[in-house]
């Protein structure tokens, strides 16, 4: 008896340890459920898969929406706070006809050997339409290294665009977002510090204030830096006012401070109209969130209000807000794909404004 138990017990033994072996090897070799698992942290899965996306800017174009990304790309210069390492060299459009149909790349409409100004860095557009035409807005450096904005022109949302010969005058550092008013007026925003050298500027003049990404920046206790508006002209190729500085304000009708790093601008200004108000959104950048802030004109002031959406994969955040169909979408970017500050991808999820007119702050990771 003692025998047959010993024999029985190395038999259940080599069992279980082949067992154990099987299942060990299994997890070690099959990547796949691993990804999958992966992707389910997320909120919402990448509109595009076979480039590298980011800044989406998002618009319903002959009841189509069209977006319009920046076009991330491998590159071999190196990292630094100035973002020298996002070294974008061109555009693409892509299309889709409902918020959950397949996405269409309708190619390159752009490059910076298009541009006759431009030397590098074609970081995030926007376009706008007028009349049957479209405009895309860029930003670019120049051959002396400074940022500014130019605009291209076509006649399909699709392209190809034409650069104009030169950049928009009186334009500085980055991230246009143009916005077209219930009473057919057009408004730029624009700017974006460390990288975007927006801190390098005092009443619109270019003041180099020295080599760290940070010089110019004000103080503290200052008030922080805010975006930039300049009214269109007529046919949206040039700025029909002088530049503008916006104030943003907390509850308590203080400006935000320099100091404040959780809700002072930083860059990717986006409005929207709901209800009668103007929505400014914008990315806080260094603490990753896109915060919002509300007026009754469209040269603000704003006062801040929350958040739309806390931080993203990656170190960079950056959005737009479109209605469509009657319902309100954000469109994001973050680093699913690739892990990498420099290579995101974009994705879209449903935006609410809630009964007070508050919206409601999304969450992108699960």
């Known amino acids: 008896m003692n025998n047959l ?6 038999i259940i033994l080599v069992i279980t340890f082949a067992s154990c072996n099987n299942s060990t090897n299994t997890t070690d070799t099959s990547e796949e459920p691993q990804t999958e698992d992966s ?3 997320y909120l919402s899965q990448p509109l595009i898969t076979d480039h590298f ?20 790309i491998e590159s071999d210069v190196p990292q630094d706070d100035l973002g020298s390492h996002f070294n974008m060299m061109d555009y693409h459009v892509y299309s889709m006809d409902s918020p959950t149909s397949s996405v269409v790349d309708e190619g390159k409409v ?53 650069a104009q010969p030169e950049p928009i005058k009186g334009s500085y550092s980055i991230d246009p977002s143009v916005f077209e008013d219930t009473d057919g007026a057009y408004y730029m925003y624009f700017g974006g510090i460390w990288g975007g050298q927006l801190q390098k500027y005092r009443d619109n003049k270019f ?8 010089d110019g920046i004000p103080a503290a206790e200052e008030p922080a830096l805010g975006p930039i508006i300049a009214k269109m002209s007529e046919d949206l190729l040039e700025f029909a006012e002088t530049p503008k ?21 930083f860059e990717a200004a986006w409005v929207h109209k ?16 896109i915060a919002y802030a509300t007026s009754d004109n469209p040269y603000g002031p704003f006062t801040y209000q929350g958040i739309v959406l806390n931080p ?14 009657g319902e309100w979408y954000l469109f994001y970017h973050d680093t699913q794909l690739s892990g990498e500050t420099h290579l995101r991808n974009i994705k879209m999820t449903p935006l609410t404004h809630l009964p007070d007119g508050s919206i409601q702050t999304i969450d992108p990771n699960n």
């Open 312 to 325: 993203v994969e990656g170190w960079t955040n950056h959005h737009s807000i479109v209605e469509i169909n």
């Open 207 to 214: 003041d180099d204030k020295g080599p760290a990404p940070t």
């Open 110 to 162: 752009l490059g910076v050997e298009d541009i006759p100004w431009a030397k590098r860095q074609l970081w995030a557009p926007d376009a706008a339409e007028k009349d049957g035409k479209y405009y895309l807005y860029f930003p670019a450096k120049d051959e002396q290294d400074i940022f500014k904005i130019g605009v291209a022109v076509a006649d399909s949302p699709t392209g190809p665009f034409t």
């Open 39 to 41: 992707s389910s942290k």
């Open 274 to 289: 709901y209800n009668g108000k103007y929505y400014l959104s914008y990315s806080t950048s260094d603490t990753h969130f």
């Open 245 to 265: 500085e916006i104030q943003i304000l907390d509850q308590n009708g203080e400006p935000i401070l320099s100091s404040d790093h959780d809700r002072r601008f």
């Open 5 to 10: 138990f010993r024999f029985y017990s190395a």
């Open 53 to 72: 996306t980011a800044d989406p800017s998002a618009h319903v174009f002959e009841g189509k929406i069209y977006i319009y990304p920046s076009h991330d």
